[in-house]
């Protein structure tokens, strides 16, 4: 796991106060504060993009923290499934097979929907362990227990990336979705 945070919250902070040191900086005409200022918001602007990282592979989601999650089963089999229905289809329609055309719809009509509620329950079970996590070690660190507190690090940064993957996923659904209503 990364020792450097990479996190939304922290990089909306970091550019808002990079925002307002630009402005005062400008308004009262000292240009260090507004070259200060802007260092800060391209440094929040980078910290965005890493916190956003993740590389998707079949099954898993790795993030820039290092942290990997496996995707939900019904994601995966969601996924075979609308493999099958959409090769189902294109045979019968192939053949002449309307019987068979529409068991491949259907069964492609399934996959989607079992994928949606894979990636449903990614979406939630990361947040959760985020969220468990972030607390966790605020109060590991409260008592000074580093060893829970790597622990619960550990638990965010899986969550983050069982949530990322999920959304990647998301987002390329939509994207694709977007491009077929064209």
Do not use: C
């Not at 890493?50 to 290092?66: E, L, M, Q, V």
């Not at 045979?91 to 309307?98: P, R």
């Not at 055309?101 to 959760?128: I, S, T, V």
């Amino acid at each position: 796991m990364s020792t450097e945070n990479n996190s939304t919250l922290k990089s909306y902070i970091d550019s808002a106060t990079g925002a307002v040191q630009n402005a005062v900086g400008n308004i009262i005409g000292n240009r260090g504060d507004q070259a200060e200022g802007q260092l800060k918001q391209e440094k929040a602007h980078a910290e965005h993009a890493a916190s956003h990282d993740t590389a998707k592979i079949p099954g898993f989601t790795a993030t820039s923290d290092g942290a990997v999650a496996a995707d939900h089963p019904d994601r995966t089999s969601g996924s075979w499934k609308q493999t099958a229905g959409a090769a189902k289809e294109f045979v019968g329609g192939a053949i002449g097979s309307e019987e068979l055309k529409q068991a491949g719809r259907q069964q492609n009509r399934e996959g989607q929907e079992q994928e949606a509620r894979g990636q449903a329950k990614d979406l939630g079970e990361g947040a959760k362990d985020r969220f468990t996590g972030q607390l966790g070690n605020a109060a590991a660190a409260l008592v000074g227990d580093r060893e829970k507190q790597a622990e619960y690090q550990a638990q965010h940064d899986v969550g983050k990336a069982q949530q990322r993957g999920a959304e990647h996923d998301i987002q390329k659904e939509a994207e694709a979705q977007k491009k077929t209503d064209l």
